[in-house]
């Protein structure tokens, strides 16, 4: 009946450590964010659950008192690639406005200065419905993998990611 007990009490503390390693290896840390918010570095990301155009979601991000996501580094992008849902594809704050080819971020940073993480083939301003492709997005995909940009046609309704100052 001991060495069962034994037994029982191993098995039911090696799962919660598994547990326990599960947890933080998916769930968002919310420091010092706002409840639904997560936290990773000195940002605050929200994930949205509804699909708009990218003009409206840069406006609620704004309304929430950030902007689209901006890709700084690669550690920003594999912490956003295991939080989103890997089939959706994720407006973020990066923009062809003035001159065909020439990329921006919302927020104002250097685009230059930034890496980039570009699909295979990306950008390549697909002529869709005419509209041309003058926004980012992040790539819905099957398999969970580090998420990669492509250029869409703005007027597409896609989730999206805020981001804000933590």
């Known amino acids: 009946m001991i060495h069962q007990t034994s037994i029982s009490f191993s098995l039911f503390s090696t799962l919660t450590a598994v547990q326990e390693v599960l947890v933080d290896e998916i769930a968002p840390d919310r420091g010092a964010c ?48 295991k939080i989103v849902e890997i089939r959706f594809n994720y407006w973020i704050g990066l923009v062809e406005r003035h001159n065909e080819g020439h990329w921006s971020w919302v927020d104002g940073t250097d685009f230059s200065s930034t890496e980039t993480f570009w699909d295979e083939g990306q950008p390549d301003d697909w002529d869709y419905r005419e509209n041309g492709e003058d926004c980012g997005q992040l790539h819905g995909s099957n398999v969970r993998k580090r998420k990669l940009w492509n250029d869409a046609d703005c007027n597409l309704s896609y989730r999206y990611i805020c981001e804000a100052r933590a």
């Not at 990301?45 to 950030?66: D, H, M, N, P």
């Open 34 to 81: 706002r409840n639904g918010w997560s936290s990773f570095q000195r940002s605050c990301y929200l994930l949205s659950r509804s699909e708009v155009k990218w003009s409206r979601a840069e406006q609620l991000c704004k309304e929430e008192g950030g902007h689209l996501l901006v890709v700084n580094d690669m550690d920003e992008l594999d912490y956003i690639s």
